[in-house]
């Protein structure tokens, strides 16, 4: 929400941005900041590491002193009005409690994509349905939630029914496909990407929540009025009249918007922008540039049933399926129908090249991503920090980069893949296994190549070599069958 949401969100904006996931915020009048220092300090902490961009500190300690984390409470007490003492003060703690947008205040961290639709005529669809309420309620709600910007600028809003619409909207839960897990009852309300293709403009709300069309739970309207702010390409504002205000109010005036969302959604969307006439979700103008830099020149969607297709990484991340090739993205996920995809950079903007492999360790809930010899760590929907070398893991000092890795979680051990050689790494005890590397070629009979990527599923190691993929049975040491790269994403 980059969402203002006045009532809260993720704002997954598309440029992406990203998210750790929310502490339990609970609605207004239900509950006070705790007074116990170390809960403040849990609180604070994972507040401003979701928003702030707080750095967590190593092994996990969190302090309330120090340049970083005081700086950090200042930048949030100013966006918010406060008293800005860098302190964990009473007005301080019951902000961060309040209920909110998922999406950072800080605009460089933020999921924003792009700055705006290049048309004035935007389509949306719904997809999955809140049990909370009738269809017919929530499209009715939808729709007046579309009409409080079409009537406040130059904007068009048309109802489709097929999932090539600019913005999906749909109610799911917790981990959903996009690396930004909703938190269930009470914390983050709902999230939206910015303008651009793929998954640019789609917007998510939180089915665990209480939705309703009054003034009990969560009222739609206003929380969907905020989400499609961002849809649209606004960032949060610290104006509390504004519908763009990060935190959830229940009462608001008839007119949602302020001035202040008038003026910053027409200065968007005024006529006379010198940009390219429009562009759809799934075509390319030929206005656009496919060279050109910048998210209003978004590259167009790559062919994902090429019969040469190959991936760099594969990994999945909870419940999801992520492919990696050069420096776009395929998100599959495992309970839902169709495909996310664009440029790494729209779901982690931290991340500007591309993937060379890459594993999940469920036990930690933590995926890492390797380039080269550097690597970045994804805690929840978050990369965490900077990228760190790859020596971390106990290579010797001529390793610099890896071609596959794959964990197994019955063994606790990380496989990692370089040309003709494997090591193996024990997750436990975070060292490296005695004896390796030893070869590929001796340990995994019928796999004599090089390996492009891995992933471990259903008990199964899928090697993807090429534009094949191998299914070998672990246990029984060979390959039990051979299929196309593509196949995975359902071609």
């Not at 931290?350 to 690597?375: C, G, N, Q």
Request: aromatic content about 12%; glycine content about 8%.
């Amino acid at each position: 929400m980059h969402v203002m949401l006045v009532s809260c969100c993720v704002l997954v904006l598309l440029m992406p941005a990203p998210c750790v996931t929310a502490p339990t915020f609970m609605p207004e009048g239900e509950s006070s900041p705790s007074t116990e220092p170390q809960v403040d300090l849990k609180l604070a902490t994972e507040y401003l590491q979701q928003f702030y961009n707080l750095q967590e500190e190593p092994m996990g300690r969190m302090k309330r002193s120090g340049p970083s984390f005081t700086s950090k409470v200042k930048d949030m007490q100013m966006f918010f009005g406060l008293n800005a003492t860098g302190a964990l003060d009473a007005d301080t703690l019951e902000v961060m409690s309040s209920p909110r947008c998922g999406v950072p205040d800080v605009e460089e961290y933020s999921h924003i994509q792009g700055t705006r639709w290049s048309k004035n005529v935007i389509t949306y669809s719904i997809g999955r349905y809140t049990r909370d309420l009738p269809r017919n309620t929530v499209d009715s709600l939808v729709e007046s939630a579309f009409s409080v910007w079409a009537r406040a600028s130059s904007l068009t809003f048309v109802r489709s029914h097929t999932r090539s619409a600019d913005i999906m909207v749909e109610f799911v839960t917790s981990e959903h496909g996009d690396l930004y897990p909703f938190d269930g009852p009470r914390g983050t309300l709902a999230h939206a990407f910015g303008p651009g293709l793929g998954i640019g403009g789609d917007t998510h709300f939180d089915d665990d929540e209480h939705w309703t069309a009054g003034e009990t739970g969560f009222n739609l309207l206003v929380v969907a009025a905020h989400e499609f702010g961002h849809a649209l390409g606004l960032k949060h504002s610290g104006n509390p009249e504004s519908l763009m205000y990060p935190n959830y109010r229940s009462s608001r005036p008839a007119n949602l918007l302020s001035r202040e969302d008038v003026a910053n959604i027409n200065a968007l969307y005024s006529p006379v922008r010198g940009r390219p006439n429009h562009f759809s979700r799934h075509s390319w103008n030929s206005q656009y540039n496919p060279w050109a830099s910048g998210p209003l020149f978004p590259r167009p969607m790559q062919n994902k049933c090429d019969p040469d297709l190959t991936f760099d990484a594969v990994s999945t991340l909870g419940d999801a399926t992520f492919f990696f090739r050069e420096q776009y993205l395929w998100i599959k996920h495992n309970e839902q129908y169709g495909i996310k995809e664009g440029p790494i950079t729209n779901f982690m903007p931290k991340i500007e090249t591309s993937i060379d492999a890459a594993f999940w360790v469920p036990r930690r809930s933590t995926a890492y991503l390797i380039h080269e010899s550097m690597f970045w760590t994804m805690k929840g929907s978050l990369v965490k920090g900077k990228p760190r070398a790859l020596s971390h893991f106990g290579f010797p000092a001529w390793v610099q980069d890896v071609d596959a890795a794959v964990h197994i979680v019955k063994t606790g051990r990380t496989l990692f893949f370089m040309h003709d050689i494997y090591w193996s790494y024990n997750e436990n005890r975070r060292v490296m296994d005695f004896g390796y590397p030893k070869y590929i070629s001796e340990d995994f009979p019928g796999v004599n190549t090089t390996i492009n990527a891995a992933v471990h599923k259903d008990g199964f190691i899928y090697f993807f070599v090429g534009p094949q993929v191998y299914k070998y049975d672990y246990t029984q040491k060979h390959v039990v069958g051979v299929e196309k790269a593509n196949s995975w994403l359902g071609c």
